[in-house]
């Protein structure tokens, strides 16, 4: 019940409890975010990123964002496969497109919208821990952020969430990656 009440909070103070705007390195996101989730990520696990973009943004909601994607990823995996997530980014005019991509259990294409509805769950509750709170979190931030997000159903296996953020004014295309992770 408190893990309910905290994601309901956190989810309802999107945008309404700003630390404000500032540049934030995703390739530092994602490495604090690793390391959150090496606990859960288990042996063989790989996590790994390129060519990630500095945005503008609130440095902890896209943290918060990339722990759900990422967390959800390791949560729905594949049973005796260890997972796989691969995090890109690409230039796409005055906006960066990034996909998060697993080998997980993946998203049927029927529930590419409900998906990212607060409570909406595809599995019963006992079945994967969870609030059904995670990627509504998600939509709220990328949106907050101006961006917009969505689900790949053209992949053959895992799941594959993409979404936008604006690219820094002025900012020229690729910026070097700095670790391809791996746990």
Do not use: C
Not at 9 to 18: E, K, N, P, V
Not at 69 to 76: P, Q
Not at 153 to 166: C, H, K, M, P, R
Request: charged content about 25%; hydrophobic content about 45%.
């Amino acid at each position: 019940m408190q893990r309910l009440i905290n994601d309901l909070l956190a989810f309802s103070r999107i945008g309404r409890l700003t630390t404000g705007f500032t540049d934030v390195d995703l390739n530092k996101v994602l490495a604090e975010v690793k390391s959150q989730l090496e606990p859960r990520a288990g042996e063989g696990a790989e996590i790994s990123w390129s060519g990630l973009p500095t945005v503008e943004g609130e440095e902890p909601l896209l943290t918060t964002l990339f722990v759900n994607l990422i967390g959800n990823s390791l949560k729905f995996r594949r049973p005796d496969v260890p997972p796989v997530v691969r995090i890109t980014a690409q230039p796409q005019g005055r906006e960066w497109h990034v996909n998060v991509r697993d080998n997980g259990i993946g998203i049927e294409a029927e529930f590419a919208d409900k998906v990212f509805v607060i409570f909406q769950r595809l599995h019963a509750r006992d079945a994967y821990e969870g609030t059904g709170i995670g990627l509504a979190i998600v939509k709220k931030i990328v949106e907050y952020h101006g961006g917009r997000v969505w689900l790949d159903v053209d992949v053959a296996e895992g799941a594959s969430i993409n979404f936008t953020l604006a690219a820094l004014p002025g900012a020229e295309a690729l910026e070097s990656a700095e670790d391809v992770g791996t746990t």
